[in-house]
């Protein structure tokens, strides 16, 4: 009996979001006939392709226990200056190349806040979603950038039957899972987060591991940034607005730990899923705005809440072993 409520129980512990990923979408197939439309997938997975995207560069920072609030306000900088550099030029390499760069820029500075000057990553990125957000204002004097031409390829266009908006998904999400679970810098990611003052006693460079995350992180939200430009056939300096907070649900929802040292690339892409179809029923069904809204806050809560008791439960555990290991010894 034993055996099979362990057993249950690890089942629960490891695939539990993946269940709700299942159950949620036979409920949103049941709720709307043409949610299971090829059409209507097909612009779940192109919508939900940029924010799953920044999900997976803020899975990075907060498994080392940073996080990233600027994300959507650098989408939308690192976009309007792609999109100007395509217009300029009719390259999508070169245009795509700036977006990253603009990304990577935005995201040293907020390691060099972080990590050097000792910044909360909260206040520091803060400050960034602020001045990211002025800078593509005030870059485009708040006018929407149009006629992009063939700059919409990127994010309108598929190879084959598979969107490229997903392919570029695809190879992101094998990327970051390759990182935390097959290189130095992904054990160090978990260490860093899980206690720094222990990473740093074990040899680690953590600044250089904080700094790397951030530079992932800007990479991710460049591409992000052209793909979602592409998308909607505009330079929109507004654009991606509250993006950020979507990326961070979909980590938390899918058990990236706020504490730092916990998260899986297979997590998030279930969270992100999770998001991406309850706003999409709730599209489909003409739920009232301002409803969702309410939703998206209590869901943002709960994730949190559950967070933080998964937390609780596991210092208690670790406290329980510590105390029997200490009587074993005695």
Known sequence: MKLGSNFWSTVKKKYSIYMILVGLFIVCSLANPNFLSVNNLTNISRQLSVTTILALGATLLIISGMLDLSSGSVLALAGVFAVSTYKATGSLLLALTVGILTGIVCNVINAIMVSTFKAPPFIATLAMLTVARGVALLYTKGQNILQLGKFTELGQESIGVIPIPIIFLIAIAILTWYLLNHTRFGRSLYAVGGNEEAAIASGINVHKVKYTAFIIN?????????????????????????????????????GTSFSGGIGTVGGTLAGAFIVGFLDNIMNLNNVDSYMQQIVRGTI????????????????????VKAEDLGADKQ
């Not at 052209?226 to 607005?241: K, T």
């Not at 993006?243 to 938390?252: C, K, Q």
């Not at 943002?300 to 406290?319: G, P």
């Open 300 to 319: 943002i809560a709960l994730a949190v809440i559950y967070d933080i008791r998964s937390r609780n439960r596991r210092a208690k555990a670790t406290l």
């Open 218 to 254: 800007g990479i991710f939200v460049g591409i992000a940034g052209v793909l979602f430009m592409s998308r909607v056939n505009a330079g929109l300096p507004n654009g991606a607005i509250n993006y950020e907070f979507t990326a961070l649900t979909a980590a938390i929802i899918g």
